[in-house]
């Protein structure tokens, strides 16, 4: 079946490190998006990514999709506490179905 | 701006009591979709609708059901609820044919408690 995994599950990093999130499909993509939920909030959209091997950068967030458009991954420079949250991404297989994987939960130490 | 409307934000129910969760978006969106979320579980697709009238499962239909009469209302129905329903329980929207298509717009979420 159509599978994604996202690890890691749970990220503590000090302020100022820097934090990965990655998420593996067992298929190919059709596209894949990221989301961010802070605590107590709703998820948020945060990128779309579609072609293979695309990178995108928004200020500290580096997006990357694999050039088998099979793995993606979100890496935040230098944290800060509003870094906070669950990140899940959102892998899309070819039909309107939007499912997510578990989420990586960051949490951050002053 | 863009918004997905919850009627509730907090429910407590007792087993086998029929819940109602609405949800309501002002974007005239085609699609919507129900999620439920879970710790350690991430968000599962419960149902969604592409259309009016139309409705699709998602991962984890048994035990709901939705409706969908009009295309700014998506309901999902827990015909007897049950303890193992307790959950967060997210709504969200999303366009299709246009720029920024199939981006999911979520309302602030439903905590249902089942007793």
């Known amino acids: 079946g159509q599978q994604v995994m996202q690890i890691p599950q749970y990220q503590h990093v000090q302020e100022g490190e820097d934090f990965t999130t990655y998420c593996n499909s067992s298929t190919t993509l059709s596209n894949i998006q990221w989301y961010k939920q802070r605590p107590g909030g709703h998820p948020v959209f945060l990128i779309q990514l579609v072609k293979s091997g695309e990178v995108k950068k928004q200020k500290r967030l580096t997006f990357q999709f694999g050039e088998a458009k099979k793995n993606s991954s979100l890496h935040i420079t230098a944290t800060q506490t509003t870094d906070v949250g669950t990140y899940f991404c959102a892998p899309n297989f070819g039909n309107e179905k939007l499912t997510f994987g578990t989420g990586t939960r960051l949490t951050i130490i002053p | 701006d863009v918004k997905v409307t919850q009627s509730s934000r907090y429910l407590v129910k007792r087993t086998g009591e029929k819940v109602f969760l609405e949800c309501v978006q002002d974007m005239d969106h085609e699609n919507m979709f129900w999620y439920r979320q879970d710790p350690g579980l991430g968000l599962r697709l419960i149902y969604f609708?592409?259309?009016?009238?139309?409705?699709e499962k998602g991962d984890i239909p048994e035990g709901y059901s939705v409706s969908r009469e009009k295309k700014e209302r998506f309901s999902l129905i827990l015909e007897s609820a049950s303890t193992n329903q307790t959950s967060m329980y997210l709504c969200?929207?999303?366009?299709?044919?246009?720029?920024?298509?199939?981006?999911?717009?979520f309302g602030a979420g439903s905590r249902l408690t089942v007793l």
């Open positions: 969200a929207s999303s366009n299709v044919g246009v720029p920024g298509a199939n981006v999911l717009t």
């Open positions: 609708s592409y259309d009016v009238k139309m409705k």
